[in-house]
């Protein structure tokens, strides 16, 4: 993306002027995105995971005005002790703890779980509350294979208990917006390329220390600290950058497009950090979706050059939402600028997504959901969907090969 200050300029002008029309600027902010209040008080709820993900996003957007966070798992005794201090200090009362989930799931008595542990783990842990009556936000990507997507989805409806997965675009008021105000509407025209890219400059490794020299996780199925602690990297536990990164991108673009990748040609290696990771550092997809739509998606590790966004390319005009340089429209006349001026709206700032409001949206409409029954935004069935099409995307970088995505 090689823009100069002046397109930029008029990209952001068009997107302030486009995007936000009809929104409340409430949602946008973090002390009113949400209502907080549901009837009957907070719903009881616990987390399994309290690593990055569960304790630093998942954990920071709850309110103890909407849910009662009563118990928390993790086997790493360090992570549920750092967990347990970072609840008692935002107002809660110390919570239980439990290094084994099944034993958290015999003996609360809880309404939603949220699960935020390695993508391996996620069906059995998963499938475990659901069948013992509780309600599960589950982290992306929905589960390791086809197979436990299924048995999830299908756990979920036998049980009679809601699974969501934790995508935050789909909550993402930003997002939302842009779905209400350029994609419904079509003012893209026909869409038929779309480019994803996640681009960064590092190795993806993390140097934690372990919580003692005598901590063996093996019990776990992890054969030592390093493979814990650097899950993604490999096969057992992950799928690397497309289910950790890519799906992200794979599953908004669904959405918008409201369709599926027919079929996908892919390509990758570890180019770049070998260090004994198993998962590739550079993947490369190309997705067919139906209306002869193709999809792009780029993830890299060795240049951070553009970030993160998604440029939406139609008859009409081009679309792009960015981590660094915020949504932007060209409409089909070049320099054309649209629309009035957004009152109160500095045009010139980058309208960037907020990723904090988004995961206290997506935790908030979960509780919201189970205590009131308002709907789901992504839903298991669009995360199966996102996931089967990740996992082709895999199967066809391993084959050099075009894989059908019905087929597999
Ligand atoms: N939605 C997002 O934007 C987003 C961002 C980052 C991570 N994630 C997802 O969150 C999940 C966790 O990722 P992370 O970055 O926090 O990883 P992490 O390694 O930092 O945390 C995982 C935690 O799970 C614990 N754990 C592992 N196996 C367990 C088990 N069997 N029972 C209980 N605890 C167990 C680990 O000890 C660790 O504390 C993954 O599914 C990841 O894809 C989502």
Same mark, same amino acid.
């Not at 789909?170 to 079509?186: D, G, H, M, S, T």
């Not at 681009?199 to 019990?219: F, L, M, T, V």
């Not at 009409?316 to 054309?336: H, W």
């Given at each position: 993306?090689? $823009?100069?200050?002046?397109?930029?300029?008029?990209?952001?002008?068009?997107?302030?002027?486009?995007?936000?029309?009809?929104?409340?600027?409430?949602?946008?902010?973090?002390?009113?995105? /949400?209502?907080?209040? +549901?009837?009957?008080?907070? /719903?009881?709820?616990?987390? /399994?995971?309290?690593?990055?993900?569960?304790?630093?996003?998942? $954990?920071?957007?709850?309110?103890?005005?909407?849910?009662?966070?009563?118990?928390?798992?993790?086997?790493?005794?360090?992570?549920?002790?750092?967990?347990?201090?970072?609840?008692?200090?935002?107002?809660?009362?110390?919570?239980?703890?439990?290094?084994?989930?099944?034993?958290?799931?015999?003996?609360?008595?809880?309404?939603?779980?949220?699960?935020?542990?390695?993508?391996?783990?996620?069906?059995?842990?998963?499938?475990?509350?659901?069948?013992?009556?509780?309600?599960?936000?589950?982290?992306?990507?929905?589960?390791?294979?086809?197979?436990?997507?299924?048995?999830?989805?299908?756990?979920?409806?036998?049980?009679?208990?809601?699974?969501?997965?934790?995508?935050?675009?789909?909550?993402?008021?930003?997002?939302?917006?842009?779905?209400?105000?350029?994609?419904?509407?079509?003012?893209?025209?026909?869409?038929?390329?779309?480019?994803?890219?996640?681009?960064?400059?590092?190795?993806?490794?993390?140097?934690?220390?372990?919580?003692?020299?005598?901590?063996?996780?093996?019990?776990?199925?992890?054969?030592?600290?390093?493979?814990?602690?650097?899950?993604?990297?490999?096969?057992?536990?992950?799928?690397?950058?497309?289910?950790?990164?890519?799906?992200?991108?794979?599953?908004?673009?669904?959405?918008? $497009?409201?369709?599926?990748?027919?079929?996908?040609?892919?390509?990758?290696?570890?180019?770049?950090?070998?260090?004994?990771?198993?998962?590739?550092?550079?993947?490369?997809?190309?997705?067919?979706?139906?209306?002869?739509?193709?999809?792009?998606?780029?993830?890299?590790?060795?240049?951070?050059?553009?970030?993160?966004?998604?440029?939406?390319?139609?008859?009409? =005009?081009?679309?792009?939402?960015?981590?660094?340089?915020?949504?932007?429209?060209?409409?089909?006349?070049?320099?054309?600028?649209?629309?009035?001026?957004?009152? =109160?709206?500095?045009?010139?700032?980058?309208?960037?997504?907020?990723?904090?409001?988004?995961?206290?949206?997506?935790?908030?409409?979960?509780?919201?959901?189970?205590?009131?029954?308002?709907?789901?935004?992504?839903?298991?069935?669009?995360?199966?969907?996102?996931?089967?099409?990740? +996992?082709? =995307?895999?199967?066809?970088?391993?084959?050099?090969?075009?894989?059908?995505?019905?087929? +597999?």
């Amino acid at each position: 993306m090689y $823009l100069t200050p002046e397109q930029k300029l008029v990209g952001r002008r068009n997107f302030w002027r486009m995007a936000v029309r009809g929104s409340n600027p409430d949602r946008f902010k973090i002390e009113t995105c /949400v209502p907080r209040h +549901l009837t009957g008080g907070p /719903v009881k709820g616990a987390i /399994v995971g309290v690593g990055r993900q569960g304790a630093g996003a998942l $954990l920071e957007a709850c309110h103890k005005d909407f849910i009662d966070i009563q118990a928390i798992c993790d086997i790493n005794p360090v992570h549920r002790t750092l967990a347990s201090q970072q609840l008692v200090a935002a107002g809660w009362k110390q919570p239980r703890e439990y290094e084994d989930w099944q034993e958290m799931a015999q003996k609360e008595k809880l309404e939603v779980v949220i699960v935020a542990t390695p993508l391996w783990t996620h069906a059995e842990i998963a499938i475990g509350f659901l069948q013992a009556g509780v309600n599960v936000l589950c982290e992306k990507m929905m589960a390791y294979d086809v197979v436990s997507c299924h048995r999830m989805l299908d756990a979920s409806r036998s049980y009679h208990r809601l699974l969501e997965i934790g995508y935050p675009r789909f909550y993402e008021p930003l997002y939302q917006a842009v779905y209400e105000n350029f994609i419904r509407p079509k003012v893209l025209g026909d869409i038929h390329y779309v480019r994803l890219h996640t681009h960064r400059n590092q190795s993806w490794r993390w140097d934690e220390k372990a919580p003692s020299s005598s901590y063996n996780p093996s019990r776990w199925g992890y054969p030592d600290w390093e493979t814990l602690a650097n899950w993604r990297m490999y096969n057992r536990y992950s799928h690397g950058l497309v289910s950790e990164l890519g799906s992200h991108q794979i599953s908004l673009v669904e959405w918008f $497009l409201g369709s599926t990748g027919q079929s996908v040609y892919g390509s990758g290696g570890i180019n770049c950090y070998k260090d004994g990771r198993e998962v590739d550092d550079h993947i490369f997809m190309t997705f067919n979706h139906p209306q002869a739509c193709t999809v792009e998606l780029s993830v890299i590790l060795s240049n951070s050059f553009g970030g993160l966004y998604e440029e939406f390319l139609g008859s009409n =005009g081009t679309l792009i939402m960015s981590d660094l340089e915020g949504g932007m429209f060209f409409p089909k006349e070049a320099g054309c600028v649209m629309g009035e001026p957004v009152a =109160g709206k500095d045009e010139t700032t980058p309208c960037k997504s907020n990723w904090d409001v988004a995961f206290r949206t997506e935790v908030w409409s979960f509780c919201s959901a189970v205590r009131q029954g308002t709907p789901l935004l992504c839903g298991p069935e669009r995360a199966l969907k996102s996931a089967t099409a990740a +996992l082709a =995307g895999k199967k066809a970088i391993a084959t050099r090969s075009r894989v059908e995505i019905s087929t +597999l």
